[in-house]
């Protein structure tokens, strides 16, 4: 079923980054963060080294290895 619940739930079942550390662009600024999951609304949820949390809906994102 990839309506609604399960669509959302395939996709953080596929989801290769979740817990992968990343870096991203927030306006003209590299960050990275941990990949926490994907939220609700199918963004990357990120967390910072500070602790604070971003949603990151689109753009790009590398795996740090």
């Given at each position: 079923?990839?309506?609604?619940?399960?669509?959302?739930?395939?996709?953080?079942?596929?989801?290769?980054?979740?817990?992968k550390?990343?870096?991203?662009?927030?306006?003209?600024?590299?960050?990275?963060?941990m990949?926490?999951?994907i939220?609700?609304?199918?963004?990357i949820?990120?967390?910072?080294?500070?602790?604070?949390?971003?949603?990151?809906?689109?753009?790009?994102?590398?795996?740090i290895?």
């Amino acid at each position: 079923d990839l309506s609604g619940a399960g669509c959302i739930a395939k996709y953080r079942e596929r989801c290769m980054v979740t817990g992968k550390k990343v870096s991203f662009i927030c306006g003209e600024k590299e960050e990275t963060a941990m990949v926490n999951g994907i939220d609700d609304d199918f963004s990357i949820v990120l967390e910072r080294p500070d602790g604070s949390a971003v949603n990151y809906q689109a753009g790009e994102i590398s795996i740090i290895f």
